[in-house]
């Protein structure tokens, strides 16, 4: 698996998420940050069915130039 780190939340600081790369190989993109608080899941959940082992991470708005670069070069490649 050949991972691409497309960036980093710009007002993260020293600490490392939110966070975007992208999967070279598979074109799918991976995400770091912050799980949702417990009422977010539910809410998410009314839609969807969430096995245990997934979960929700929010992604700020600021990040979405990130998100377009990562989709960028997941379609490009």
């Given at each position: 698996?050949?991972?691409?780190f ?66 960028d ?5």
């Amino acid at each position: 698996m050949a991972l691409r780190f497309v960036g980093k939340d710009p007002e993260s600081r020293d600490h490392g998420s939110p966070a975007v790369w992208v999967d070279e190989d598979a074109k799918d993109l991976l995400f770091q940050g912050v799980k949702a608080d417990r009422q977010t899941e539910a809410t998410c959940n009314r839609d969807v069915a969430m096995p245990s082992y997934e979960g929700i991470v929010r992604v700020p708005k600021r990040m979405i130039p990130l998100l377009r670069e990562a989709l960028d070069v997941a379609e490009l490649e």
